[in-house]
T-cell receptor
Framework: DSGVTQTPKHLITATGQRVTLRCSPR?????VYWYQQSLDQGLQFLIQ???????AKGNILERFSAQQFPDLHSELNLSSLELGDSALYFC???????????????????????FGAGSRLTVL | AQKITQTQPGMFVQEKEAVTLDCTYD???????LFWYKQPSSGEMIFLIY??????QNATEGRYSLNFQKARKSANLVISASQLGDSAMYFC???????????????FGKGTHLIIQP
């Protein structure tokens, strides 16, 4: 058990629907990241939150949104679902915000991402 | 251009042999971190090893070591004495410094599917 909890583990829904994926980070971690893993695109970074604030955006579609709540759990909302949205969605957490706050490469080691088990979304 | 390139889509290795998984990266930053993750068939992503761009020594974690060749922008993962349980997908990933496009998430390669044969 990595300490990062994702629910649900599996979700099957229809095109056009909306779903919410939930993530509880590891105790003490302030950063939450969302990734999408599909066969054709591989692992794609979607978005990051740090202590409730959006920190960085990756390849997140406009139909997708996320937020991090005061208790640090995060939700990823996927709407107007399409067949191509079928994928494994990972949440990861880390202690630090990472990136620009640490100029020395050696400090990146303190910001290892711990991944949850993923939520497998199937859109029919 | 791909930021992380893993040129071996799949590898078959005999149990107890050492295996090297290739990873090359592309960045203009001086400060960056390189990571390897393992994804077994159960799906979870497991952190294996990290190498900072300023680290002068190659990282080691048990049977895992990272062969870091900065000038060649190469960060190969070496698994010594492979075991059946090492069969999995292996991903190389990078986090760049402040100039890395603004995203603080890791950039992953496409992965290498390693199969250990008895």
């Amino acid at each position: 058990d990595s300490g990062v909890t994702q629910t649900p583990k599996h979700l099957i829904t229809a095109t056009g629907q909306r779903v919410t994926l939930r993530c509880s980070p590891r105790s003490g971690d302030l950063s939450v990241y969302w990734y999408q893993q599909s066969l054709d695109q591989g692992l794609q970074f979607l978005i990051q939150y740090y202590n409730g604030e959006e920190r960085a955006k990756g390849n997140i579609l406009e139909r997708f949104s996320a937020q991090q709540f005061p208790d640090l759990h995060s939700e990823l909302n996927l709407s107007s679902l399409e067949l191509g949205d079928s994928a494994l969605y990972f949440c990861a957490s880390s202690v630090d915000p990472g990136g620009g706050d640490h100029g020395q490469g050696a400090l990146f080691g303190a910001n290892v991402l711990t991944f949850g088990a993923g939520s497998r979304l199937t859109v029919l | 251009a791909q930021k992380i390139t893993q040129t071996q889509p799949g590898m078959f290795v005999q149990e107890k042999e050492a295996v090297t998984l290739d990873c090359t990266y592309d960045t203009s930053d001086q400060s960056y971190g390189l990571f390897w993750y393992k994804q077994p068939s159960s799906g979870e992503m497991i952190f294996l090893i990290y190498q900072g761009s300023y680290d002068e020594q190659n990282a080691t974690e048990g049977r895992y070591s990272l062969n870091f060749q900065k000038a060649r922008k190469s960060a190969n993962l070496v698994i010594s004495a492979s075991q059946l349980g090492d069969s999995a997908m292996y991903f190389c990933a990078m986090r760049e410094g402040q100039t890395g496009g603004g995203a603080d998430g890791l950039t992953f390669g496409k992965g290498t599917h390693l199969i250990i044969q008895p």
